[in-house]
């Protein structure tokens, strides 16, 4: 089975007879008595009766519903009851600050609003009321005032699913915002299902997904890349499907063990923060074949210690790099030994282009114009996956926009075996060192760091950031650390919690250089953040 109506996802794959069990380490924020362990028949009940609550508020077909709450698989099923109704739903993370969120909700205008009550009082201590910019508010947990609750909405009936062209809009995401306000992203049904969705789909050999399969997904379920992973696994119908919702390693460690995984995809900060389980004699990870990371870049120590922890025989980390508005543009492998792949430029060196599906180019920044290979450049992108727009920000869309090619706002190196080599986001790029190369390099010879961070500026050396359990370094390790790299300033040491981060667990680095230097100002232009 291949998915397309993602209204009617959860209904197909239950007539087709998926016998998925789906185990969650909590229950479901629109189903608190539901429990946490669920099969596709249930779910597929409750997108339909998820679809007559949001119905009952008043949801019409072409109507936006905002969705911002705590992190939950829920997200995705919240957006297929808008899908059935013919709505487009909106997927905000409820990590956004509240004069970020005010932002995004004004550009979305959206029909309903559907939000707890924890989201809304903390967006009104810091001065923004989301309610003010939805026509109206549905609470899932509490009844407050001026909005609808619980059993306002209970207990109505779904009207019948509505239909939908391929080219219309199907789902608005946010860019992950680690330099400001994050951008609404629209997709169709023809992107992120006919040419993401469709093309993850497939049994591939090692890769794919197995009936007998365990996946773990722990990652931001407000994001675009759940809602294409909703789409592709429950057509492929593993065995189990493991939900965790937290970062804190001893909460999801019993789901873990109860349920070991063989597939694992999380957040770079979800494995960064779950590595210490990796050290146990029963550590949950010793059955896993496949690990997923997305997002962001990972620091080999931490791909090596995961790979490690497998028993499997030959253990795979797949390392995919895209965007929001493009979906994955390049995968590379690693696996455990010698030949790990995570030397030299280590996971910097995003692999190759997927191919027939995706095209990359490497070009002046000045000029636009290609550079030779093996020279630094703008990486631009060609992809049939491309996301429509930028909601209420079109100019800014057009900005990006180089003929049929992408600007993806990256600096990258083109090699000569045509993989890409990443060296910073272009807001970020200083020419007197690469930021993520010179981050991979020191938490090689920092084994006590959780992350390092190289922020540059508009003047002065690059500022390192050092994450540790403490918050602290000693001086002997830095200065053998930093042998050989360009000058820095002295290291900051501080704990996970002291830094600021997006959703998906990205350093908002913007933010965190104001909070050091109080200075805003970065080395690269941003003409294409």
Not at 201 to 211: E, H, L
Not at 266 to 292: G, H, K, M
Request: charged residues 25%; proline residues 8%; positive net charge.
């Amino acid at each position: 089975m291949k998915p397309h109506d993602m209204g009617l996802l959860f209904d197909e794959c239950a007539e087709h007879g998926a016998a998925t069990a789906v185990h969650l380490d909590r229950p479901f924020d629109i189903a608190p008595d539901g429990g946490t362990h669920w099969t596709v028949p249930q779910l597929a009940t409750l997108v339909r009766d998820t679809a007559g609550r949001l119905a009952a508020a008043g949801v019409k077909p072409g109507d936006r519903v905002a969705i911002v709450k705590e992190n939950h698989w829920d997200y995705d099923l919240l957006a297929c009851a808008a899908v059935r109704l013919g709505a487009v739903p909106a997927q905000l993370s409820a990590r956004l600050s509240g004069e970020a969120l005010a932002t995004l909700l004004a550009r979305l205008s959206p029909a309903l609003l559907v939000t707890s009550a924890a989201v809304l009082e903390r967006a009104r201590h810091e001065g923004a009321d989301p309610a003010a910019a939805a026509r109206a508010t549905l609470v899932l947990d509490a009844d407050v005032p001026g909005t609808l609750g619980p059993d306002d909405v209970r207990g109505h009936t779904a009207p019948a699913p509505v239909r939908r062209s391929d080219d219309q809009p199907l789902v608005i995401n946010h860019t992950s915002g680690t330099t400001g306000v994050p951008k609404l992203v629209t997709h169709s049904t023809r992107t992120i299902i006919g040419k993401l969705a469709r093309f993850e789909s497939v049994r591939y050999p090692w890769i794919g997904v197995r009936r007998r399969d365990t996946l773990l997904n722990a990652n931001s379920f407000a994001h675009g890349r759940t809602f294409c992973w909703t789409a592709s696994v429950l057509c492929l119908a593993p065995a189990h499907i493991v939900v965790v919702t937290t970062q804190d390693p001893f909460a999801a460690d019993p789901l873990l063990r109860a349920h070991p995984p063989t597939l694992v995809e999380a957040l770079p900060a979800s494995y960064v923060r779950f590595r210490p389980l990796t050290e146990r004699l029963d550590n949950p990870f010793r059955n896993v074949r496949l690990f997923v990371s997305t997002y962001d870049a990972m620091h080999p120590p931490t791909i090596r210690a995961y790979l490690a922890a497998s028993r499997h025989r030959g253990p795979v980390w797949m390392q995919g790099w895209g965007q929001t508005e493009t979906g994955p543009l390049t995968f590379r492998f690693h696996r455990r030994g010698t030949d790990d792949g995570l030397r030299g430029p280590g996971t910097r060196n995003l692999g190759r282009p997927i191919p027939v599906k995706t095209r990359l180019r490497v070009v002046d920044p000045e000029t636009l114009r290609p550079v030779p290979r093996g020279r630094p450049g703008l990486v631009l992108a060609r992809t049939r996956a491309r996301a429509l727009d930028y909601l209420g920000e079109e100019a800014r869309w057009a900005a990006k926009q180089i003929g049929t090619w992408w600007n993806t706002g990256d600096i990258g190196v083109r090699k000569r075996d045509g993989s890409v080599e990443l060296l910073d986001r272009e807001v970020d790029h200083s020419p007197q060192l690469s930021c993520l190369t010179a981050e991979d390099l020191l938490e090689q010879r920092l084994p006590q760091a959780l992350e390092c961070v190289v922020l540059t500026g508009t003047g002065g050396a690059p500022l390192p950031v050092v994450v540790t359990a403490d918050g602290r370094i000693d001086e002997a390790d830095w200065r053998s650390a930093v042998r050989g790299l360009p000058p820095m300033a002295d290291p900051v040491a501080l704990l996970w919690e002291d830094v600021p981060r997006t959703d998906t667990g990205k350093v908002r680095r913007t933010a965190l250089l104001r909070q050091l230097t109080g200075d805003t100002g970065t080395a690269g232009s941003g003409r294409w953040t």
